[in-house]
């Protein structure tokens, strides 16, 4: 069983960059697939990014592609969702978590059997 951590949240400019950390203990980490998803108050969690056990494919939204991106360590147990060219639309609660499920259901909140307690991005002027 592994725990998830984030961190690296806070308040930015628009257009600004942040980047989130997710940190594992208790498990072994290169067994999982990771993700971010993220939570705006009044909507529903919305997939962000994924990537796989070995970072040999990685997985985005629509709304991040070409903005964020994800990479991970295994020998360190982190992962990182780099994040640029923020947007208001952007803010939320951001959450990782961790799945053996294949790479077909990576999308899918439901598949996620592990997660962090969530770090708060707020991005506005």
Same mark, same amino acid.
């Given at each position: 069983?592994?725990?998830?951590?984030?961190?690296?949240?806070?308040?930015?400019?628009?257009?600004?960059?942040?980047?989130?950390? %997710?940190?594992? *203990?208790?498990?072994? =980490?290169?067994?999982?697939?990771?993700?971010? =998803?993220?939570?705006?108050?009044?909507?529903?969690?919305? =997939?962000?990014?994924?990537?796989?056990?070995?970072?040999?494919?990685?997985?985005?939204?629509?709304?991040?592609?070409?903005? =964020?991106?994800?990479?991970?360590?295994?020998?360190?147990?982190?992962?990182?969702?780099?994040?640029? *060219?923020?947007?208001?639309?952007?803010?939320?609660?951001?959450? %990782?978590?961790?799945?053996?499920?294949?790479?077909?259901?990576?999308?899918?909140?439901?598949?996620?059997?592990?997660?962090?307690?969530?770090?708060?991005?707020?991005?506005? *002027?």
């Amino acid at each position: 069983q592994v725990q998830l951590e984030e961190s690296g949240g806070g308040l930015v400019q628009p257009g600004g960059s942040l980047r989130l950390s %997710c940190a594992a *203990s208790g498990g072994t =980490f290169r067994n999982y697939n990771v993700a971010w =998803f993220r939570q705006a108050p009044g909507k529903e969690r919305q =997939f962000v990014a994924a990537i796989t056990r070995t970072s040999s494919g990685t997985y985005y939204g629509d709304s991040v592609k070409g903005r =964020f991106t994800l990479s991970r360590d295994n020998s360190a147990k982190k992962a990182y969702l780099k994040m640029n *060219s923020l947007k208001p639309e952007d803010t939320a609660v951001y959450y %990782c978590a961790a799945t053996t499920v294949v790479i077909s259901g990576l999308r899918d909140a439901a598949n996620y059997h592990y997660w962090g307690q969530g770090t708060q991005v707020t991005v506005a *002027s």
